[in-house]
């Protein structure tokens, strides 16, 4: 079955950097639409970073030029390098797989159980 697991969260201060990654098995990343997900306590699931199976990005106004994601096509990876954090960067990231190719947020149907991330000021 799908799994994906992420890794890399952890506490930095603000304008550090961390790099998120998530390891697909069961799911090949480059053939669907992946993406980046973040929520924090009190707010709404926020998709961050996108990427689809043709390589082209997205990204949240609140990460871009910030946060980069991408993908290990060998290692089936998904990458989410994330620079110059701020204190509302800090909630969970989750990575997440479209069950189709379609990028829409109704089509992500599998999903990772989530790192978190803290930033200090």
């Known amino acids: 079955q799908v799994q994906l697991v992420e890794s890399g969260g952890g506490s930095v201060q603000a304008g550090g950097a961390l790099r998120l990654s998530c390891v697909a098995a069961?799911?090949?990343?480059?053939?669907?639409?992946t993406a980046w997900f973040r929520q924090a306590p009190g707010k709404e699931r926020e998709r961050v970073a996108t990427?689809?199976?043709?390589?082209?990005?997205g990204y949240a106004d609140s990460v871009r030029g910030r946060f980069t994601i991408s993908r290990d096509g060998a290692k089936n990876i998904l990458y989410l390098q994330m620079n110059g954090l701020k204190p509302e960067d800090t909630a969970m990231y989750y990575c997440?797989?479209?069950?189709?190719?379609?990028?829409?947020?109704?089509?992500?149907?599998?999903w990772g159980q989530g790192t978190q991330v803290t930033v200090s000021s």
């Open positions: 997440a797989g479209g069950l189709r190719e379609a990028c829409f947020n109704q089509d992500f149907t599998y």
């Open positions: 069961g799911y090949t990343l480059s053939s669907h639409c």
């Open positions: 990427v689809n199976r043709f390589g082209g990005t």
